[in-house]
């Protein structure tokens, strides 16, 4: 049997060489691609600001997502948000299946609920979840709109001058000092009541 010359097995190396390195590639540079993509359980908290930046795209199939409950929903909630109440969200969570990699901004009053609504989807395998940090409440003390019919209405009277201020109900009623807003009305109902101040002030 004729041995390999020099040129043979200093080819053969190269070769062995080429195949250990496809071979570390495999190792180390799919696992990283597939960590990119498939994080369980994870979600990205943002400010109002950033929501709202992420809204006036209107990137076609966003979703944003009210995770209160349907008293609060109706007083006051974003425009054009998805009602799933938080504690019913694993149960009814194939009704946003079609979204499962789609940007999804879910809100509740002041961030809890929503921080645990994000963490059901995450773990369900959405891709593109975002928490609202400071709630509806946060988004109404930044200045920006919401869709309501219900407002808090003060009217002073100076002088015989009339001065009207109008805000939503909502926010007149967004101070909540009884739970420290942890799990503030997660199983409650709200009476809707439309409220108005007068106050008459006189000067001589």
């Not at 079609?98 to 994000?118: F, L, T």
Request: proline share 3%; charged share 15%.
């Amino acid at each position: 049997m004729k041995a390999p010359s020099y040129y043979e097995i200093r080819s053969r190396k190269v070769i062995a060489a080429g195949l250990a390195a496809v071979l570390l590639l495999a190792f180390v540079a799919v696992p990283a691609v597939f960590g990119e993509t498939s994080e369980a359980g994870s979600y990205i908290d943002i400010t109002v600001d950033e929501a709202y930046k992420m809204i006036k795209k209107a990137h076609k199939n966003l979703v944003i997502l009210d995770v209160r409950n349907q008293s609060e929903y109706d007083l006051g909630h974003l425009y054009n948000a998805v009602l799933i109440p938080v504690y019913e969200l694993e149960d009814r969570i194939n009704e946003l299946q079609e979204h499962i990699n789609d940007p999804i901004i879910v809100y509740c009053k002041s961030g809890y609920r929503s921080q645990i609504a994000c963490e059901i989807l995450a773990n369900n395998g959405f891709t593109n979840v975002y928490n609202m940090l400071g709630g509806i409440t946060a988004w109404m003390e930044a200045g920006y709109p919401i869709y309501t019919t219900y407002h808090h209405v003060t009217v002073n009277v100076l002088d015989e001058e009339i001065l009207l201020q109008i805000e939503p109900l909502l926010l007149y009623q967004a101070g909540c000092t009884s739970c420290g807003c942890q799990s503030c009305g997660q199983n409650q109902n709200y009476n809707i009541t439309p409220t108005i101040t007068i106050t008459t002030l006189k000067t001589k």
